[in-house]
């Protein structure tokens, strides 16, 4: 990339707790400026900068001054993420991809469209040629790409490092920080001095996208990985950071040091390309016999980086291990900014605009809303 050369992009459901990652994450991008933010009629028409911001980063003053959108194509720029609420994100972004739009994108509603692709960088980046089917079957200029619902991202990097030894049976028992469910999220009175053993839909999808992930490309669809997962999803109070128990049970059970060392060695394409959200590290092995803990553990790799450790054998399945990873980075914000780095490196956006020639004019807050009047 020449300096002086970057994408316009604009990120749907700005306002959510995810969409406010994506803006922070982008603050200083080498190659994306954020130009554009929709959200829904509650936000559209608000200087974004006057909305409540939920991060305990500042937010970047170069988007002070955007007023948000509405959620609609029109004057968006071509490339966009979503962090659109799950009931809004399957209309929303089908719309945007028929216009022309690549949407990249962390709501579940697509994430298992045979024509998808569902991306965790360092373990399926193969997967992209999907869009070369969508684009065939749906007839879209845009596309859609989306990344893996949070605590399927960390349990899935676990398993890819040890595919040599070919995971067979997990057991996973998460514990999901109250990030996980967006703001406002859940009643303080229900989940302070306490644990929820139920989180609508959410083992489902641990077990659904662990299997496509981990999948083989075969013809126009992804084959999926033959590992059974049995997941218990609980919900705790913890701020950010999902905690997951696994056993793991193999094909070809290795000794406790060649697991170790598969973990600490594990890398993919977003190192080897050198992506700038990409940790130098994907997992971490924590020691220590009460490690990772999300106040300790959370901010390895930029929050970027899944901390591994009790590693031990499992007198049941094989062995047994605690993962932990930043459910708003590594498992939504990060990943669907390292996607669009790997579209961008796979030549999938084309090539760059050239310097001081941006592609879509910022929606600054001089009053009114661009595109009010309908799509373009
Ligand atoms: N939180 C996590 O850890 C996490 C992890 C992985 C994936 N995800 C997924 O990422 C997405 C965002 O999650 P979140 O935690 O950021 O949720 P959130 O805090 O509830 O934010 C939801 C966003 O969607 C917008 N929205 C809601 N209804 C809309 C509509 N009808 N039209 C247009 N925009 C609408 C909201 O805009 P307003 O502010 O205007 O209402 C807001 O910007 C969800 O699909 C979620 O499942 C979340």
Known sequence: MEPGQCW???????????????VRRLEGHPWFRTCWLG????????RYGDLPWLLNEPRPASVNDLFVQRATPGQAPRLLFSALDA??????????????????SNARPHRLDADVPLIVPEVNPGHLALLDVQRRQRRWQGAIV????????FLVMVLAAFREFRPRRVVVTTLQAVSGAGYPGLPSWDVLGNVIPFIDGEEEKIQTETAKILGTLEGNSVANDPVAVSAHTTRVP???????????????PPAEEALVEA????SGRPQQAGLP?????????????????????????????????????????HYRLVALGHNTVRG?????????????????????????TPSCEPALATGGLAGQGGDA
Do not use: Y
Request: net charge negative.
């Open 39 to 46: 959200a829904s009629e509650r936000s559209a028409g608000s």
């Open 277 to 317: 959200s990409a940790p130098r590290s994907p997992i971490e092995v924590v020691p220590g016999h009460d490690r990772p803990q999300p106040r300790l553990d959370l901010a390895r790799g930029n929050g970027m980086t899944v901390s591994v450790g009790r590693i031990r054998r499992c007198p049941v399945l």
């Open 87 to 104: 009931s809004a994100a399957l209309d929303i972004e089908k719309a945007f991809a028929e216009a022309g739009h690549i949407v990249v």
């Open 146 to 153: 989306t990344n893996p619902n949070c605590s399927t991202v």
């Open 8 to 22: 316009d992009v604009g990120v749907l459901g700005a306002t959510g707790l995810v969409g406010q990652q994506i």
């Open 263 to 266: 973990l600490a060695r594990f």
């Open 332 to 356: 939504a914000a990060g990943a669907a900014l390292l996607n669009m780095e790997l579209l961008a490196v796979d030549g999938w956006l084309g090539p760059p605009p050239g310097a001081g």
């Open 238 to 252: 913890v701020a950010d950071g999902h905690t997951e128990t696994i056993s793991i049970e193999f094909e070809r």
